[in-house]
């Protein structure tokens, strides 16, 4: 076995459960294609909904114009941790905000929780910038738009 290739990541920190961090949220119908045989949402959908909160966050750093984006965001790196079973049919709230800012990247925290605020789900999703083919450095004003959104301890 190789399991020194392997890059596991921890367990997320508990203070990641609570609603209140995350400055943005979209509500989310859960529909009959995202469950399981068991009427469980399935992994794969989890992450299509960790997906319409990252969503939220990145048309207000870059809004499009006349459907075009500014700037390409590229997801370099996404963990997910599945913490709870979210149950059709039902409605689940998608919780993000920014939770670090690099010079070329930035790093949006999501977490998915089902209509009684149990938490579902937690995603982490490193971005990168790109226009016209050329990595984006993170001006002032993105630099701005992405400390606007970020994570409230």
């Known amino acids: 076995m190789s399991a020194d290739l392997l890059t596991l990541a921890d367990r997320p920190d508990p203070r990641r459960f609570a609603a209140g961090l995350y400055p943005v949220r979209v509500a989310v119908r859960i529909r ?10 399935n992994n794969v959908a989890m992450n299509a909904i960790h997906q319409e909160a990252r969503a939220e966050v990145l048309n207000r750093v870059w809004p499009p114009e006349h459907g075009v984006r500014p700037a390409q965001t590229i997801a370099v790196q996404h963990v ?68 606007a959104l970020a994570l409230t301890p």
């Not at 009959?32 to 949402?41: N, P, Q, R, S």
């Not at 579902?120 to 992405?146: K, Y």
């Open 80 to 147: 997910s941790h599945f913490l709870a079973e979210g149950l059709y049919p039902g409605e689940l709230t998608c919780h993000s905000g920014v939770a670090r800012i690099g010079r070329t990247s930035f790093a949006l925290a999501t977490m998915i929780a089902s209509a009684d605020g149990t938490c579902l789900s937690l995603g982490d999703t490193v971005f990168v910038a790109r226009r016209d083919g050329e990595l984006l450095t993170m001006d002032e004003p993105t630099q701005a738009r992405l400390r």
């Open 32 to 41: 009959l294609t995202d469950i399981d045989v068991f009427g469980h949402v």
